[in-house]
């Protein structure tokens, strides 16, 4: 199974900071990466696919990168709705696995 | 755009079963491979296993290997899920989340069922 490794869990921040979260794939997975946001007791939304393109519909301020084993999220300009957790999830291949979250708390 | 839409709370016992439905409007079901995914209290998200109503693939993850089953509802737009032999630990949130068709990645989600096992 791919594990996902994300970091750091938990990151305090301001509106207006930029933020970013690292997740590495315990071996190559290709592009084949998602970043979902969740809010307590709400599925998670999807926010980027295919490591770096954005969702339809979803604010700029949000941006991925990376490939192979090494993935990023960036939020530039944090809003107060995006206090959240993100998880990274792979869908290179079977069993899917996701990252254990990254909580963005108020600082 | 999908949409999904999934059965209300269930409390069991340990060592019961519990079934969860999930019904899809905006597309066709047969065109669709249907995820399942839960949350524990506090807990991160857990991919439990697929079914690709295109070609009846079912793939499963193992630690529920032997416990789980997705089907096909009796009616063309919901899918079920039943996990057996229930422990505490079992106690969650069950999602069911879809990939557009085309797509690889989960686009569409239900709104979560959260199953409590407690003796």
């Known amino acids: 199974d791919v594990q996902m490794t994300q970091s750091p869990s938990t990151l305090s921040a301001s509106v207006g900071d930029r933020v970013t979260v690292t997740c590495r794939a315990s071996?190559?997975?290709?592009?084949?990466l998602a970043w979902f946001q969740q809010t307590p007791g709400k599925a998670p939304k999807l926010l980027i696919y295919?490591?770096?393109t954005l969702d339809s519909g979803l604010p700029s301020r949000f941006s991925g990168s990376g490939s192979g084993t090494e993935f990023t999220l960036t939020i530039t300009s944090l809003q107060p709705d995006d206090f959240a957790t993100y998880y990274c999830?792979?869908?290179?291949?079977?069993?899917?696995?996701f990252g254990q979250g990254t909580k963005v708390e108020i600082k | 755009q999908g949409h999904l839409v999934q059965s209300g709370a269930e409390v069991k016992k340990p060592g019961a079963s519990v079934r969860v439905s999930c019904k899809i409007s905006?597309?066709?079901?047969?065109?669709?491979?249907i995820h399942w995914v839960r949350q524990a209290p506090g807990k991160g998200l857990e991919w439990m296993g697929s079914?690709?109503?295109?070609?009846?693939?079912?793939i499963y993850a193992q630690q529920f290997q032997g416990r789980v089953t997705m089907t096909e509802g009796a009616s063309t737009d919901t899918a079920h899920m039943e996990l057996s032999s229930l422990r505490t630990e079992d106690t969650a949130l069950y999602f069911c989340?879809?990939?557009?068709?085309?797509?690889?990645?989960?686009?569409?989600w239900g709104q979560g069922t959260l199953v409590t096992v407690s003796s």
């Open positions: 905006g597309y066709i079901l047969i065109e669709l491979s």
């Open positions: 999830q792979q869908y290179d291949s079977y069993p899917w696995t």
């Open positions: 071996q190559n997975i290709d592009d084949w």
């Open positions: 079914f690709d109503l295109e070609d009846g693939e079912r």
């Open positions: 295919k490591a770096s």
């Open positions: 989340a879809i990939p557009a068709p085309g797509r690889d990645v989960l686009d569409y």
